[in-house]
């Protein structure tokens, strides 16, 4: 049986920049990005128990079209909503410019019994905090057992 870790986030260099953290840092895992929160909740409503860590951003950008409809995009407060019903399965990490956002993400999260940290970039241009405290959170994870090292 897979196990998954999903990525919320609508930015393309920073996804660029997330997909070799999680390939090195979990080889076995596949690793699923969604662009929206109504296609992140679907998945997540099917596959969360198999799911071994999420990030979250909460800005993800304006409405678009989609299948010739115009198609809101949600953001991560509507994926911190729905796993506030949902049992705790994996530790979450928020991720996001957005500061007050965040707080209020991770806040959420944890009433309901989650484990959520938060990790804010300290740019929205530079991508470094991705590859320092964006991966030091998930080694962290990892290296005290939040993340199952069978599942490596």
């Given at each position: ?15 660029a ?121 998930i ?14």
């Amino acid at each position: 049986m897979p196990s998954f870790a999903v990525i919320l986030e609508d930015d393309p260099s920073r996804i660029a920049a997330m997909r070799p953290v999680i390939a090195e840092l979990l080889p076995s895992i596949e690793l699923l990005v969604f662009d929206n929160a109504p296609d992140a909740i679907a998945f997540l409503n099917v596959y969360g128990a198999q799911t071994v860590l999420i990030s979250l951003d909460h800005d993800l950008g304006p409405s678009r079209t989609r299948d010739d409809q115009i198609f809101d995009p949600g953001d991560g407060r509507d994926v911190t909503s729905f796993l506030s019903r949902c049992a705790p399965c994996c530790p979450i990490i928020v991720h996001s410019a957005n500061y007050e956002m965040a707080y209020i993400m991770v806040e959420m999260l944890r009433e309901s019994g989650w484990a959520a940290g938060i990790v804010t970039p300290h740019s929205q241009l530079a991508l470094g905090w991705i590859t320092a405290e964006w991966r030091a959170e998930i080694e962290w994870l990892i290296g005290n057992g939040r993340i199952k090292a069978s599942l490596q």
